[in-house]
């Protein structure tokens, strides 16, 4: 069982900079492939960022050269750090862990409660 705590999130203006944290408790921590997923109000639940268990990163191409996702496994943590932002990256982001953990949202079993980013143009 791992438990997810998403923070960072917040009201930025365009063009600005936020960085996310995902706490995991845990001790098996490290065994996870960690993502990030983002939902808009209407929108589905979309792929942004992961790690896999192996290190690679992967991200989805909207944020390509913008964001980057690490892990620090001493403090089971994964972060999102977010430049250059957008209005259209405004959404609730939700960190998420799983034994598969690829892009699509069913391959992770656990999830944060989610954290609200508002980017304003």
């Known amino acids: 069982q791992v438990q997810l705590l998403e923070s960072g999130g917040g009201l930025v203006q365009a063009g600005g900079s936020l960085r996310l944290s995902c706490a995991a408790s845990?001790?098996?921590?490290?065994?996870?492939?960690m993502g990030w997923f983002r939902q808009a109000p209407g929108k589905e639940r979309e792929f942004v960022a992961r790690f896999s268990i192996g290190g690679i990163t992967y991200y989805t191409d909207s944020v390509k050269g913008r964001f980057t996702i690490s892990r620090d496994n001493a403090k089971n943590t994964v972060y999102l750090q977010m430049n250059n932002l957008k209005p259209e990256d405004t959404a609730v982001y939700y960190c998420?862990?799983?034994?598969?953990?690829?892009?699509?949202?069913?391959?992770?079993?656990?999830w944060g409660p989610g954290t609200q980013v508002t980017v304003s143009s």
């Open positions: 845990g001790r098996t921590f490290s065994s996870y492939a």
């Open positions: 998420a862990a799983g034994y598969r953990g690829h892009n699509t949202s069913k391959t992770y079993d656990y």
